[in-house]
């Protein structure tokens, strides 16, 4: 009898914590980095989100200069807007490629190919979420960038000559667009292996209402089962989404690498906020001020916060598009 | 005279001219199927139907669980031949068509509507459920508008929904959202009615509600009812077909298969039914 009773008192303590984890991890880990990246707040202020230059200063001089109390190398300036603008529009033509051929993917996978078929490409998907981004970005540096320097960039540039930002000088192949491929390629196997899974639950019977009811099979995928599990798909974006923005080795290898530059074209040669805080820490830990590293900690923050906005985003335009339709459905 | 009562009706487009041809073809029966085989893979779940259902009546198929009247009404529309495995013997006539020279099947089974089970309206507003297929027809707007009030109208749910159009249909009771779908599968103007136990998750009312419809398209409309509720095809039913294991037992009026059937397993399963 008291046995049991500890062992349901064990239960729910344990399985407590379990559940009480994240949300303390959370916490913890937005504490640690916010603590850690406040003096180069205080130094730089507003003008790290608007600045377009990153300098971290010279490490070898004798005597720090002194900012808001806090400080610094002697020419220390810390902007990351061209970071930021490089991590956006990167992730965003990793979504503006990715999502349709994932959502295509996972809608053949469910409703047009042969059982045999789709129980042996399922996997495969599933497998390709999990090789490691290094080697994305080995392909992406041995095969895609070559290909983009001497075929796709020309012909993008020349066919849409007349839109300001595809036409230019493609340059080396190592830039916003290879980076932006490369993260599609990246996403795409977990978003599709993420709405399979959406799509396999939607009701038989609403999806066979619409074929009978004479609608094509693409008719049916389109108004019936994608709209039966749209808050999931969007959710299921916007995890491929969040993987593209926080993408650090296979961008580092293909970015181009550029230092305080903003992308006049597609081509340009970009760095992200994820791989230049890898790129840089290892410079920056010879800081004999410590600052380098807490503005590391700031682009970490800055990162963390536009991932959590983009979530919170997505999830009220859900919460909006549903209001009056699905939701009330639900709740009964 | 048939032929002017199709160029009044506004037929959703591309449909029109196939119906007609259709219809010149084909003589007092809607259906016909001559020595109907169906498998799935390698189990055979049509045993040689002979059927004919006459046009603008309510026929009603009725037997035990799995004995594939479902199957044989999912065949007239085809649906049963999206499933792997699934292969046919022997003719269906559809509107005098064989069924197998089905071209284009979504236009087809605009002809050849369907209520299935269990409610199954669509994850959209109310009107939308109505006009998705006029829409994708090509219909305009305020036609569409028009039909959606006419259809909602004709099954007695305008009164309810009149306010709330752009309202998710989840809200509506189960047997709203049946005549909904009833609503939504007239839209386009079938020539052919196919329920599939379309009253077995109602209460009593709707149930009797949605008889009344069914009784009210008859004449305009072939209907083929699958119920497992006897009383059902008795109330509504002028043909009632009972099968068993695959195969057409005994198809006769109503009326007669129920007081005086032919056969003994009829006897038997309509004896233990009734009640």
């Known amino acids: 009898m008291t046995r049991r009773r500890f062992g349901s008192k064990l239960f729910a303590v344990t399985t407590g914590i379990a559940a009480g984890g994240p949300l303390v991890v959370m916490l913890v880990l937005m504490g640690v980095l916010v603590r850690d990246a406040w003096p180069a707040w205080r130094f730089q202020g507003l003008s790290f989100f608007s600045g377009t230059v ?28 061209p970071l930021v603008v490089g991590t956006l529009y990167s992730s965003l033509i990793a979504l503006a490629v990715g999502v349709p051929i994932a959502l295509l993917t996972a809608a053949a996978l469910v409703y047009l190919a042969p059982k045999r078929v789709s129980m042996w490409l399922s996997p495969v998907i599933d497998l390709l979420a999990g090789i490691p981004s290094v080697v994305y970005g080995l392909w992406g540096v041995e095969v895609l960038a070559p290909f983009v320097q001497s075929r796709l960039g020309p012909w993008l540039s020349h066919v849409l000559r007349i839109a300001p930002f595809f036409h230019g000088p493609v340059g080396t192949g190592m830039g916003l667009l290879t980076s932006g491929l490369v993260l599609a390629v990246m996403i795409i196997p977990i978003v599709t292996a993420t709405t399979r899974e959406l799509l396999a639950q939607v009701p038989r019977l609403p999806y066979e209402g619409a074929q009978a009811l004479g609608l094509t099979s693409y008719e049916s995928v389109r108004y019936v ?69 807490h503005a590391l900690a700031l682009i970490a923050v800055t990162l963390l916060a536009i991932t959590m906005a983009t979530n919170l985003l997505a999830r009220s335009l859900v919460a909006l598009g549903r209001r009056g339709l699905e939701a009330e459905g639900e709740r009964r | 005279m048939g032929e002017t009562v199709v160029a009044f009706r506004k037929p959703v487009a591309g449909a029109a001219g196939q119906l007609q041809a259709i219809r010149a073809e084909s003589s007092d029966a809607a259906i016909v199927t001559t020595e109907l085989n169906a498998f799935f893979r390698t189990k055979q779940v049509l045993r040689s139907v002979d059927l004919e259902v006459a046009k603008g009546q309510i026929t009603a198929l009725i037997g035990p669980s799995g004995c594939g ?19 046919q013997t022997g003719s269906v006539r559809v509107l005098g068509q064989d069924i197998r020279t089905v071209a284009d099947v979504e236009t087809f089974r605009r002809s050849v509507g369907m209520l299935f089970q269990r409610p199954n309206p669509f994850p959209m507003s109310i009107l939308d459920n109505v006009t998705l297929a006029l829409r994708l027809a090509g ?22 929904v009149k306010d709330r159009l752009d309202k998710s249909p989840f809200q509506l009771s189960g047997g709203q959202q049946q005549r909904l779908c009833l609503a939504r599968a007239l839209a386009v103007e079938p020539s052919i009615l196919l329920l599939d136990e379309p009253a077995s998750a109602l209460d009593p009312k709707s149930t009797r509600l949605l008889e009344d419809l069914f009784v009210g398209l008859s004449g305009r409309m072939t209907l083929v009812l699958v119920t497992h509720n006897l009383s059902q095809a008795k109330r509504i039913a002028a043909r009632t077909a009972f099968m068993e294991a695959g195969e057409v037992v005994e198809y006769a009026a109503t009326e007669a298969l129920f007081s005086d059937p032919q056969d003994p397993r009829t006897a038997i399963y309509v004896q233990e039914h009734s009640n």
């Open chain 1, 54 to 81: 990153w300098n971290m200063g010279n490490m070898y001089a004798n005597t720090p200069i002194v900012r808001a109390g806090v400080q610094g190398a002697p020419g220390a300036s810390f902007g990351i807007l």
């Open chain 2, 69 to 87: 009247k479902t199957t044989f009404l999912r065949t007239l529309n085809k649906m049963s031949h999206t499933v792997p495995g699934f292969r």
């Open chain 1, 225 to 293: 089962a994608f709209p039966w599990v749209s808050s999931g798909v969007i959710g299921a974006v916007i995890l491929g989404w969040g993987r593209a923005l926080g993408e650090t080795m296979a961008v580092l290898m293909v970015s181009g690498n550029a230092a305080n530059y903003l992308p006049t074209n597609i081509y340009s040669p970009i760095s992200t906020m994820a791989s230049t805080v890898a790129a840089l820490l290892d410079s920056a830990l010879t800081d004999f001020t410590g600052l380098a590293v």
């Open chain 2, 139 to 160: 219909v305009k707007k305020v036609q569409r508008r028009e039909i959606a009030e006419e259809r909602l109208t004709q099954v007695g749910l305008w009164q309810d």
